[in-house]
């Protein structure tokens, strides 16, 4: 599907990319900037939809989200993966809750197929930023032998004086793969992460003022056992995965901590039932408890469990050689709230081997979150979750020849309802809100000649909110949706004259974004911005390479993400690269 991008890790580490969400930042249809800096708190649209909407999973398994739902994505470094893949559009019918946006999967090594090794890389850099990561992988493979047993660990730290007062961060990442073959159809995994960050929250910067005090301290985990099943007609998978996050802040008044552990339960089947013709079966089960503590004594104390179960079923027709058919169909209930059935078909033509159109409708959620519960519903009523119908039509372009051009482009449509707002007096929430988000995503990359590659992406979005009163949205009916540019464009290029050396350099461009100020009490545009980077990587030997990157490097300061929050400084970063 041209609405389907998967990242190449190692390609973005080469360049000197480093968190989670400068990677994504440049795909076709996603927005997602720091607030503050490098590994500051991380804002992501799919499509126009927000960080609340979009699931988040490490190899299928669902990462622990936030309090409101929200994954902060600037808790994830990418030291460690081989991949990160985007869905773009609504997927709760394969994917469940949150997947009303889209899907990001970070994808981890397979240990029974990668070469085993270790590397270790450091970087250090302005305003006193260090990193530390290292990462091994083991197997049992012997010559031409494949390996049936085998692990990777990766582990890594950063440290970041900032460059505010009080912006300083300090964060420790672990991922964690095992795979064991049982027998030759039959695989056991053990999938796992753990992260812990500190920052300082310097907050909006409105006249030189910062917040000196205030600060947030997070932890999150992931551990998920699981048995992969495959022959030449069925695919099979049951896992069982168990997480937690933890979050303590303090933004004077206010303290809080907030609590969440979930267990969940999933298996699937998919089976050939003819040649061309796979139907699909699905089953999962989550459980979630939740505790909010008022640490100061002037917010809530509150904590409740919430359960669900889903049930759904898929079939993939190629209908010719040319043509296929996808669709698919789920239900889920809750305990405390409305369920919510969603459904998605698409249908792919092949014009040439290299070209293909692609079109899709489905239907997605968002489930309520915590936050949106802690405080009660107006009257009483039960909330609904969250909903999008989307459309989309795009075509994908992929050339046979190694290195020519690829690309993609598709025009999609989001129809938002039943978005949850509440009573600024009360915090009684409900379901009144709706949206819309529109727009053409595309992306390119090609290797015009030896040693050059170039790439780009870019993204027209146009919103528009379309009820009477919006609190949330802070906006009337035919408003944009706060902080979504209506423009954005990503250009780079790389060179590499020879064996030994690397040179590049990428733009990103943001045009037509409004935002909110609090002070005021009204809506405000931030400028239109441009951020450069360059990386140098120079090979020293087989085992050993060394880099230089320049981030903002032309001191672009308006405000990368919202208003009051710059952009950080021109900063430059050293790095070491050793494989053994």
Request: net charge negative; aromatic share 10%.
């Amino acid at each position: 599907s041209p609405s389907v991008s998967r990242l190449d890790v190692t390609a973005a580490t080469e360049s000197g990319q480093t968190t989670l969400t400068s990677l994504l930042g440049g795909a076709p249809g996603v927005y997602a900037t720091e607030q503050s800096g490098e590994g500051s708190v991380g804002s992501l649209f799919l499509r126009g939809t927000n960080s609340t909407q979009t699931a988040v999973l490490l190899d299928g398994r669902r990462l622990p989200q936030g309090f409101s739902n929200s994954y902060e994505i600037g808790r994830y470094r990418i030291f460690g993966l081989s991949s990160v893949e985007i869905l773009r559009g609504p997927s709760s019918s394969l994917y469940g809750a949150n997947a009303l946006g889209g899907v990001i999967d970070l994808r981890q090594q397979s240990p029974l197929s990668a070469k085993a090794g270790s590397t270790l890389v450091a970087e250090g850099g302005s305003y006193v930023r260090g990193s530390l990561g290292f990462a091994f992988l083991t197997n049992n493979a012997v010559g031409t032998q494949a390996a049936s047993n085998g692990t990777a660990v990766s582990l890594s730290a950063s440290h970041d004086d900032g460059w505010r007062p009080n912006g300083d961060r300090d964060a420790l990442s672990a991922y964690l793969k095992h795979e064991w073959q049982l027998a030759p159809d039959l695989v056991f995994d053990l999938v796992g992460s753990a992260d812990h960050g500190k920052a300082g929250l310097p907050g909006q910067n409105i006249g030189g003022s910062s917040s000196l005090t205030d600060w947030e301290r997070d932890s999150g985990w992931l551990l998920s056992p699981g048995l992969r099943f495959r022959d030449a007609d069925t695919e099979a998978t049951v896992f069982w995965s168990r997480a937690g996050s933890a979050v303590s802040s303090v933004t004077a008044p206010y303290a809080n901590r907030y609590l969440l552990d979930r267990d969940e339960v999933t298996a699937f089947v998919d089976r050939k039932v003819r040649p061309d013709l796979t139907l699909g079966l699905g089953l999962s089960y989550e459980r979630t408890t939740f505790e909010q503590f008022d640490v100061a004594g002037n917010s809530l104390t509150w904590a409740d469990t919430h359960e669900s179960l889903g049930v759904w079923t898929q079939a993939d027709w190629q209908v010719t050689s040319l043509d296929r058919i996808r669709a698919s169909v789920r239900d889920d209930r809750f305990t405390d709230f409305a369920g919510k059935t969603t459904g998605e078909i698409s249908y792919s033509h092949r014009f040439t081997k290299e070209l293909l159109v692609h079109a899709k409708i489905g239907t997605a959620y968002r489930a309520p979150a915590a936050n949106d519960l802690a405080y009660g519903t107006h009257l009483g009523l039960p909330l609904r979750p969250e909903s999008n119908t989307g459309t989309e039509v795009g075509l994908r372009h992929e050339n046979a020849v190694p290195g020519a051009m690829s690309w993609t482009l598709v025009a999609f449509r989001n129809e938002l309802t039943d978005l949850i707002d509440y009573n600024p007096s009360s915090y009684q929430t409900y379901n009144i809100a709706k949206a819309r988000t529109q727009g053409v995503e595309g992306g390119v990359e090609m290797r015009p000649a030896k040693g050059l590659r170039v790439f780009g992406a870019t993204t027209w979005l146009d919103s528009e909110i379309r009820s009477t009163d919006y609190y949330l949205g802070t906006g009337l009916t035919g408003d944009k949706l706060l902080r979504r540019p209506t423009l954005t464009l990503t250009l780079g290029v790389e060179i590499i004259p020879n064996d030994d050396w690397t040179f590049g350099i990428s733009a990103a461009h943001l045009r037509g974004r409004e935002d909110f100020d609090w002070n005021a009490y009204s809506r405000v545009s931030l400028p239109d911005a441009t951020f450069v980077r360059v990386w140098i990587r120079r090979i020293l030997s087989d085992h050993t390479e060394i880099s230089l990157r320049i981030e903002n490097l032309f001191g672009e300061d308006a405000p990368p993400a919202a208003y009051g929050f710059g952009a950080q400084p021109r900063s430059a970063y050293v790095g070491l690269t050793r494989r053994f």
